[in-house]
């Protein structure tokens, strides 16, 4: 969405509900399937509630510093942020249990390791 500039033809209140939020959107999804990237060598992401539990965790750990005056990634505090956040995770675990899973046969691990064990 960034690099499409979506954002700038955008004006008023909308345009700054997409700078100020658009990225907390984005970024808890993207991280959330890097993460699945590597749920075959750490066997502890195989499980879609830990990494959102990760991603949660680490950017509301962020926004509380923010809070408490440390830098962090940014210093202004802003709560929706974390709403943000969550929400952007939540759309990735969409995405994951339901829509790859249904539309993209390699995706579930599940699956393949029935696979490998008929083989």
């Not at 008023?12 to 990225?23: A, F, H, K």
């Not at 907390?24 to 699945?36: A, R, V």
Request: overall charge neutral; glycine content about 8%.
């Amino acid at each position: 969405m960034h690099i499409f500039r979506v954002g700038s033809y955008l004006h008023g209140d909308l345009y700054l509900l997409y700078y100020s939020y658009v990225s907390d959107l984005i970024i808890p999804f993207g991280f959330y399937f890097l993460l699945c990237i590597n749920e075959l060598t750490i066997k502890i992401l195989q499980k879609w509630y830990v990494k959102a539990s990760f991603i949660i965790g680490i950017t509301a750990l962020v926004e509380i510093l923010q809070l408490l005056g440390i830098y962090a990634l940014g210093i202004t505090f802003d709560p929706i942020d974390i709403l943000m956040y969550a929400l952007g995770v939540g759309i990735a675990v969409i995405f994951d249990r339901y829509l790859f899973k249904r539309f993209i046969p390699f995706w579930d691990l599940e699956k393949q390791k029935e696979n490998i064990g008929k083989k």
